[in-house]
């Protein structure tokens, strides 16, 4: 799981819980879908290219512009014979509109609009493939953690056959019914029903982690309450 190897690995409590998937398929499924930052990204993706797609509509549209111009002009006094015939000061305001009629651009407005088109449909794609993939994988996820269940309880079984076999192979083994070798074979059957068993648990364990990671909401809180379920091994 971390990608690196382990010599000793802690021991998993015998009485650690060993439970279905509380809640339903759809309730993962919704809560996945709404947790889910790749689903969130292609939805952002969604909407940049359906507003660049609006923006290359609006291309061929008319446009208005308004203008505005203000000033305040100062000029000297001019007098003549004792009299001010002009200078000063004057305001002067002009406002205009102007109207932006788009003509044939060669094809590069039409292009731009269908490369914005072709951008919305990928993106749309996208959202759904994703949504389709993130969908599978919490099925997949949440069908592991309750086979894992059904197999645990099947190993156990298993290891209560085996033990017996062997109490019956050593029984025999006292009173000249069995051999050594059939005892050491029973032997084997138990130890090998008793690792199954041990790696069913930790399957259950693991499979119970990716599941919460799928649907969003594995936390260091969940880190923390499994690492108090398990011993330090011996040795």
């Known amino acids: 799981m971390t990608g690196q190897g382990h010599p000793e690995i802690d021991t998993l409590l015998d009485n650690f819980p060993i439970v279905e998937v ?68 004057s305001d002067r305001t002009q406002i205009a509109l102007n109207l932006n009629i788009p003509l044939y651009t060669g094809g590069s407005l039409s292009s731009r609009k269908r490369a914005a088109e072709y951008n919305v449909v990928a993106a749309q794609e996208s959202l759904e493939l994703t949504k389709r993939q993130l969908t599978q994988n919490v099925r997949n996820a949440y069908r592991s953690v309750n086979t894992d269940v059904l197999v645990i309880a099947q190993r156990q079984q298993s290891i209560t056959s085996a033990q017996s076999a062997l109490d019956a192979t050593e029984l025999g083994a006292e009173v000249g019914t069995r051999n050594i070798v059939e005892v050491l074979l029973a032997r084997e059957n138990l130890f090998r029903a008793l690792r199954m068993y041990a790696d069913a648990r930790y399957n259950y364990v693991i499979d119970s982690l990716i599941l919460k990671q799928i649907a969003g909401i594995l936390t260091p809180q969940d880190i923390i309450e499994l690492n108090e379920w398990l011993q330090q091994s011996e040795g």
Do not use: C, M
């Not at 930052?37 to 969604?46: C, D, H, Q, S, Y």
């Open 22 to 89: 509380e809640g339903s398929l759809n309730q993962w499924e919704i809560q996945a879908d709404n947790n889910s930052l790749a689903i969130a990204a292609a939805k952002f993706n969604l909407d940049a290219s359906r507003k660049t797609l609006q923006a290359r509509k609006s291309d061929r549209l008319p446009t208005l512009d308004l203008q505005g111009f203000y000033g305040h002009i100062v000029t000297a006094p001019i007098v003549s014979q004792g009299v001010q015939i002009g200078g000063g000061a």
